[in-house]
């Protein structure tokens, strides 16, 4: 099975990026659902109001994360998927997002691509938009 890969450039820098993954304020705040976030390697996190959930796998500060990572929706024999996110600062205050998701439930790849895109792509995006005018 293919993993899917999301990318975005956005107007931002990468440490901030990089703290939307690992911050649990952050997180909730442009996710607007909640977010408890352990942001040390082994650390365990839960997203979207506990339907995301997993552990910190590597740290590469403004680089790369990875996650092991799995939904309620995963049957109890799913393994965890994996998600590596890796940010490149492409200009100044400007960085692509890359995710790139494998190992998920077979047939769920389409309603994960689509998740990131309008549940975190949008948000961030949105979120971006309103602090460059501020």
């Known amino acids: 099975m293919e993993p899917i890969i ?14 939307f993954f690992i911050d649990s304020k952050l997180h909730t705040e442009i996710t607007e659902s909640k977010a408890v976030i352990s942001n040390k390697i082994g650390g365990k996190f839960t ?4 339907y995301i959930k997993g552990k910190i796998v590597s740290l590469e500060k403004n680089k790369r994360i990875i996650q092991k990572w799995r939904t309620t929706d995963f049957n109890k ?14 200009g100044k205050n400007r960085s692509k997002l890359i995710l790139k998701h494998s190992e998920l439930p077979e047939g769920s790849e389409e309603e994960y691509k689509n998740g990131w895109k309008e549940f975190y792509i949008r948000p961030l995006k949105e979120f971006i938009k309103k602090q460059n005018s501020a």
């Open 6 to 19: 999301i990318s975005s450039i956005l107007d931002t820098n990468a440490d901030f990026l990089y703290n």
């Open 47 to 50: 997203t979207m109001d506990g």
């Open 77 to 90: 024999n799913d393994k965890d998927s994996i998600l590596e996110i890796t940010i490149k600062e492409i």
